[in-house]
């Protein structure tokens, strides 16, 4: 069954023009029709179709049912890429991945210095309904890099990937599973030898992902899938 995102569903129970045209108008919802609901915090809705408005579609809740958060988080602070294609693809495979927040940062090799954030909100959503993941990925406001860097100097398990020297640990091996992980990801040209020295002062640990250079987007979906990676095996060895 598809789902249908609203963020408060309980109190004003009409889907949004979007998701009303589309269970009207496309999949020709009728009164007393099925549909499922997700608001993003972890809850799913069963309801039935009130009023089959294609603009204003109404429904009455059946059932909720919530699901808890994971054990572990990921935080993906991430340069714009130049292309606003990219980064909203990285948006989207990032969500179905079940990454928990991410940020965009501009560097100073940043060559994009606007995002259009309303495009980016609708990625996640929609990939949150593809991967029935019912807890939405919040994606932060645009965010100078030593602003985000202090915003963050006392948080724990913070990391930066980084090809500069070819001696830096692979992120898989500093993973530890069950916590709250934040990585960075540079722009294209990777971050400038004074970023790379603020970093350190603010105790952000410099990782690889790998021999390969990697595009930024490419990058971020790779640091996503090995934070999940390790958890499924840190996991699955804790209950074996």
């Not at 109190?11 to 009728?30: C, D, Q, T, Y």
């Not at 009023?51 to 059946?62: A, L, Q, T, Y």
């Not at 020297?165 to 722009?187: D, H, M």
Request: glycine share 6%.
């Amino acid at each position: 069954m598809n789902f249908y995102f609203h963020p408060n569903p309980e109190e004003n129970p009409v889907l949004s023009a979007e998701e009303s045209s589309h269970v009207v108008k496309v999949l020709r919802g009728k009164v007393g029709d099925n549909i499922a609901i997700m608001d993003g915090l972890g809850n799913s809705y069963q309801a039935k179709i009130t009023d089959p408005n294609s603009r204003k579609c109404g429904f009455e809740i059946i059932s909720k049912s919530t699901l808890s958060r994971k054990s572990f988080g990921v935080h993906i602070a991430i340069a714009p890429t130049k292309s606003t294609d990219r980064l909203e693809w990285f948006v989207e495979k990032a969500c179905e991945l079940g990454v928990s927040e991410i940020s965009i940062i501009l560097t100073q090799r940043t060559e994009r210095k606007k995002v259009n954030l309303d495009r980016l909100e609708k990625k996640a959503i929609n990939a949150m309904k593809q991967s029935k993941n019912l807890w939405k990925c919040q994606i932060h406001d645009i965010c100078r890099f030593k602003d985000f860097v202090v915003k963050y100097e006392h948080a724990d398990h913070k990391f930066a990937a980084y090809v500069e020297t070819g001696e830096e640990s692979l992120l898989q091996r500093k993973i530890i599973p069950n916590e709250q992980i934040l990585i960075l990801i540079g722009p294209e040209g990777d971050f400038s030898p004074e970023e790379i020295d603020i970093l350190k002062s603010s105790n952000f640990e410099l990782v690889s992902l790998g021999s390969n250079v990697l595009r930024t987007e490419t990058a971020g979906i790779t640091a996503v899938h090995t934070v999940n990676l390790i958890n499924q095996i840190g996991n699955s060895s804790y209950q074996s």
